[in-house]
């Protein structure tokens, strides 16, 4: 998501443009990070720990991963008393593996880089 802001050295990227660092399929926002990518194993076994514990804590919101959309998966999973501390703690594991894995950028999009001299 912080690509659509423009940089000292690059434009704001288009939505279409922001693929998911890991897998490159899908426009990197939390409706993808969250319950889609399936490129990294490390968010693959985060994401399956958590559906586990949502299966103990609310099976009835669990059975509808899957079923409704992603977003009003997440809407529905937040609104969520008893699995809403889990879903904190997902989100921020899940964030974090994201942060540690530099950006994607389009090669049409990827800064410019200035020469500090004079020729």
Known sequence: ERLRYPSRYRDPVPRNF??????????????HALPDCTHQAHIVELRSRFLDSLARCD????GSYGVIPNYDFMLKVAASRKAVQWFAKYIFLILGAFQETPRFFPVVFRPLLHSSGCR
Not at 18 to 31: I, K, N, S
Not at 59 to 62: C, H, K, R
């Open 18 to 31: 922001r693929l998911c660092r890991f897998c490159r399929q899908g426009v990197e926002d939390e409706a």
């Open 59 to 62: 099976p009835v919101v669990w």
